[in-house]
């Protein structure tokens, strides 16, 4: 083992707890650390996603009225400046339009100015990917150069061949456009499959921002 895979702290998913919630950026904590945050339609199974992740039964809520959760919520985890962020669900929530409006502003704040985050879990329903809203997230990461993990929820529901088929059609299709940008996998909360694959590509994010500057070497005198 080398001395920085010894310098390296492990992040606990399990000693997640609740921060703060926001509603507009200037709510947010302050802007330093890293974080990486968790996007997906309301109906996707992203509540669930972090639920299975941080093996918390109520950390992130589930409600069966998608689009309830309408604020920015942030996450201590065990290492301090370390988070994960909770967005608001989008797409489906039956709320005003002017409430989906301003969802959709402070959304795209966060995502344009938030310096500390690392990267992006898109959660979409492996039944109904690439709605309006993960093309727009796509989009997003694709021209700001944010990486991006998609988390194909509810594999469950399909049958291994089917799931394999859509796995492999989106990750041709988003790797032709993000390139070593975008990784992609399966996931069932029910059945907590893919868990350990969906922790190490965050630790790939958050770990690197963790390891001691090195001291730079003297030159002989």
């Not at 996007?39 to 009225?65: F, P, Y």
């Amino acid at each position: 083992m080398s001395t920085t895979d010894a310098q390296l702290p492990s992040i606990h998913y399990n000693a997640a707890r609740f921060l703060v919630s926001a509603s507009k950026l200037n709510q947010c904590p302050t802007d330093e650390g890293a974080e990486v945050a968790f996007a997906g339609r309301s109906n996707a199974g992203k509540s669930s996603a972090i639920n299975a992740l941080t093996q918390q039964t109520q950390l992130a809520r589930t409600s069966k009225t998608p689009g309830r959760t309408q604020l920015i919520n942030f996450f201590d985890l065990n290492i301090e400046g370390v988070r994960l962020v909770d967005l608001p669900g989008y797409g489906y929530a039956k709320v005003p339009i002017a409430l989906k409006q301003h969802w959709q502003k402070h959304l795209d704040a966060y995502l344009q100015h938030r310096q500390c985050l690392r990267g992006i879990v898109l959660v979409m329903d492996i039944r109904h990917p690439m709605k309006e809203f993960d093309q727009m997230m796509v989009e997003w990461c694709e021209s700001t150069q944010i990486p991006l993990h998609v988390l194909l929820t509810k594999s469950d529901k399909l049958k291994r061949g089917p799931a394999q088929s859509t796995l492999l059609q989106l990750r041709k299709q988003l790797t032709e456009r993000l390139g070593e940008l975008v990784t992609i996998q399966t996931f069932s909360a029910l059945k907590r499959s893919g868990v350990d694959q969906l922790r190490a590509q965050i630790d790939s994010w958050l770990l690197p921002t963790l390891v001691p500057s090195a001291t730079p070497e003297q030159p002989e005198a």
